[in-house]
DNA sequence: CTCCTGGACTTAAAGGTTTTCGGAAACGTA
DNA sequence: TACGTTTCCGAAAACCTTTAAGTCCAGGAG
């Protein structure tokens, strides 16, 4: 560990001028002397001066940082608001202070508190899920935007999937390819995403005069889930011809029980699962067609919002960014795979 | 979004008091009558004082935060890494900045320099595997602590999972359940998690006696690898009767295959995994007995040592932590599944 | 010669908090 | 009354940087 930080003092006693000039020189301004500015800028060098942070943002009243309140979804987004950050700035030029409420209240309130009296210049607010949530912006002095789980007040700026959508765009897919006997399986009820990407799997039914084939089935978010709704439906509706499931967990567990029970994906079953979580989309048999969020321009937007929302350019609402199907084995049409 | 900041000004002029008679008040220090350590607190409370860290920071040296510096296993790690710092001091004290290098070593010398210059008390190094890694502590005015990937110089602090000693305890309850012909399959040599791993199942096979059963098999980490691996192991030693695998995406990639094949896990054959990734290792049937290798406590240890360190106390070399064997149903005892 | 201009640099204040030290009042003792 | 002690409070410095305002000087214009 070196000794003891070198402070603009320093610089401007080994250079031989004042601090302000010391100042202007290593923040490029007018008013100083080229002879000058190289002189400093060589004694900050020797030193290896570094600007305190803190002391430039007590003064600035910007400190070049925003929290991330999240409650554990910190992979999916925190990498995302980052990336976003950093393309909005010059890398290292934004900071991201990182906090997780684990989805208690009083620990977020005292993660808010925290992070205001650090000063941040503003606060992305992560959701758990895609249940609005409410809201932490009352009174704020700073812009908040909300990602993935949105605000329950209109009035604030939240950025959230586009699950009805995409979920049509599944199904409309499953359509072109000229099945006309599709299912749904998906997760619980009480998940708004279940309860979207389920309107959007009969809005595209409806729209092309097609009939949903069995009914909905909800159950949880995972493999063994798919397997079981899957041993179920080929019991109940053995004349399927493709189905939309709510999540890659479930899609996998259903391929997996498709193929054991003789049914070949795609060519008597085409499914379409929900997430793009590669380790199980890229790795199942088939590979997975599915939904992807894009979580990741998701978090980047909303990045990008808050620097705007900083600058006083806000745009309040709830905003539904589109999300992408990608096209993997288990929906390609006959003749391909 | 709120007025304007209170400062303690604003309380001090509310209460009718000076500044440092607030301030003392405000931190329960002595030198002040309980009536007016009471007007205090209310205003305080009327105006929600915040105190700047800003502020404060400068003055102490000490920020209360530390950097998070990471090549993207931020939800591995970020998470225990918070949560070992709220244990270490009460919640919502101490903060953490994240920077994500994404593996470039010039944006890792940049997030370095950002850190610095936010004065952070202190610095956890993460690594995106076991490989050691360059040190960064040189010359680095705060202390640093290295998780997962140690650093090269013996002299730092690194915390690393104990693949050797955990890969040992898994074949050795292989050879508890009776299990003698043993193979194992794993990923990429140029890991030194693989290079670990199987150098414990080497070691605990010679000490109980047994001969490996087949040769290593080095692949990728991914379940397409274990299903073939599982297809030419089946074939070339149709009698093993326990299989270790590097990872559960492995594991789950061999007992799947294994399954196709007419074998029964774990009647016929016992399988270990490693890492305890729960949407593989609980989804596959049987579900997974797996290495875990305590991340959490990891990263908890690893938040504790830096503040230890920071408070003078060092302990420098690499510190092996204990991994856990998760007993599940693919290497149930007969009789007992 | 004086006056002015503009460049190069310095002084000082500001930002919010903590802390040291000194001061004042109240009270007890001789 | 004179003096010492305790209790409570305030003034001011310190932390480090930026910036507005001020100083000084050389040189050009009149």
Redesign the interface.
């Known amino acids: 560990?070196?000794s003891?930080?070198a402070t603009i003092n320093d610089v401007a006693s080994l250079a031989g001028v004042s601090i302000a000039t010391a100042s202007k020189a290593l923040n490029g301004r007018q008013d100083v002397r080229a002879a000058t500015r190289e002189r400093v800028l060589a004694a900050a060098a020797e030193l290896s001066f570094?600007?305190?942070?803190?002391?430039r943002?007590?003064l600035s009243g910007q400190?070049r940082?925003v929290g991330?309140l999240t409650s554990?979804s910190?992979?999916?987004f925190?990498?995302p608001v980052?990336?976003g950050a950093e393309d909005a700035f010059g890398?290292?030029?934004m900071?991201?202070?990182?906090?997780?409420a684990r989805g208690d209240a009083i620990?977020e309130q005292?993660?808010l508190?925290?992070?205001?009296?650090?000063?941040v210049d503003g606060l992305i607010v992560v959701g758990e899920s895609t249940n609005p949530r409410p809201s932490v912006s009352k009174?704020?002095?700073?812009?908040v935007v909300y990602a993935y789980g949105p605000s329950e007040d209109p009035g604030d700026v939240s950025f959230v999937p586009d699950d009805v959508g995409a979920a049509a765009m599944a199904v409309n897919h499953l359509l072109a390819l000229g099945r006309r006997r599709i299912a749904h399986i998906t997760g619980p009820t009480h998940y708004k995403a279940a309860r979207d990407r389920e309107e959007g799997f009969r809005r595209a039914l409806e729209e092309a005069g097609a009939e949903q084939t069995g009914q909905t089935m909800s159950g949880v978010w995972?493999?063994?889930w798919g397997r079981h709704a899957a041993e179920m439906l080929l019991m109940a509706e053995p004349e399927i011809d493709a189905v939309f499931c709510g999540s890659d967990?479930i899609a996998a567990?259903f391929v997996?029980a498709a193929r054991e029970r003789g049914r070949r994906v795609p060519d008597d079953i085409a499914v379409v699962g929900y997430d793009n979580?590669e380790?199980?989309s890229t790795?199942t048999r088939p590979a997975l067609t599915t939904v992807d969020m894009n979580l990741e321009l998701l978090g980047r937007t909303a990045a990008q919002h808050l620097f705007a929302a900083i600058d006083g350019k806000a745009t309040p609402g709830v905003h539904k960014m589109p999300c992408q199907l990608v096209i993997r084995d288990s929906t390609s049409p006959p003749g391909i795979s």
Chains 1, 2 share one sequence.
């Open positions: 560990m070196a003891k930080r570094q600007p305190n942070a803190l002391a943002g007590l400190t940082t991330l554990d910190v992979g999916r925190g990498i980052l990336l890398a290292g030029e900071a991201v202070l990182l906090c997780d620990r005292h993660h508190r925290a992070l205001l009296s650090r000063r009174d704020l002095p700073v812009p995972s493999q063994r967990q567990g997996e979580w380790v199980l790795e």
